[in-house]
């Protein structure tokens, strides 16, 4: 079994900031990239911000300069800070992970249950 849980996410004014983490547990033998993803209301998951297991990182154009996507490969975790939150943010945040279960020929996708993250005056 592998689980991916997430923390951090609330409600913040705008400009405000939120960190976001995810921790990968259970049987995994090697994790390659970890992302985070959103769905806005009424729309489809979108990819934010993806860092490999060397740690190159790559973002979605409305974030970048405003979010930083970072990762602890001892602790299986990934983080998101998100620094001058928009209205347009809100999202139902999910994290990712690309991974290696112990027994397993190949690495599958792996999804959290998703953290909600509003940006509201």
């Known amino acids: 079994q592998v689980q991916l849980v997430e923390s951090g996410g609330g409600l913040v004014q705008p400009g405000g900031s939120l960190r976001l983490s995810c921790a990968a547990s259970g049987s995994i033998f090697s994790i390659n990239a970890m992302g985070w993803y959103r769905q806005p209301p009424g729309k489809e998951r979108e990819l934010v911000a993806i860092?490999?297991?060397?740690?190159?990182?790559n973002y979605e154009d409305s974030v970048k300069g405003r979010f930083t996507i970072s990762r602890d490969n001892a602790k299986n975790t990934v983080y998101l800070q998100m620094n001058g939150l928009k209205p347009e943010d809100t999202a139902v945040y999910y994290c990712?992970?690309?991974?290696?279960?112990?027994?397993?020929?190949?690495?599958?996708?792996?999804w959290g249950q998703g953290t909600q993250v509003t940006v509201s005056s």
């Open positions: 990712n992970a690309e991974l290696l279960k112990y027994g397993s020929d190949w690495f599958g996708d792996y």
């Open positions: 860092i490999t297991s060397g740690g190159s990182t």
